[in-house]
């Protein structure tokens, strides 16, 4: 159903996520969430709900993992197409001290792949240390 470059650029913005999550360079976050995109997932128990907006002020708050030196660690696990303009990626992704497995949705928005949607689970936490 989905030819090689459409199967490319779904990659290639599933990287600028990545990227993303490492380098926290809000600069280029409307490249990777569509305004509309919500986040869901449960952390310490309790859920999460983040607009892309609070998601975006959160990732520009504080340090980003590659400023801390933190490991950058990534995969790609699963990648479902619906559409030609929509698909599910599942993904975990470290970001400093957390591994999370994420379910991202993503829309084909005037040509480009945004995510609309993000669940997200914390698989692991690291332990980090003190030097």
Known sequence: MNDRATC???LDAVERYFDLMFDSEVSR???VFAPSAQL?????GNLRLLSALEYKNALAS???PKSKNAPRQQEILLVDFA???QA???VRVRIDALLYLDYLAYHRINGAWLITA???HV???YEVSKS
Do not use: A, N
Not at 40 to 44: A, Q
């Open 8 to 10: 490319h650029s779904l």
């Open 29 to 31: 976050f409307d490249q």
């Open 40 to 44: 869901h997932g449960l952390r310490d």
């Open 62 to 64: 504080g340090p980003s």
């Open 83 to 85: 559409s030609p303009t």
């Open 88 to 90: 599910v990626v599942k």
């Open 118 to 120: 993000k669940s997200f």
């Open 123 to 125: 698989e692991h936490r």
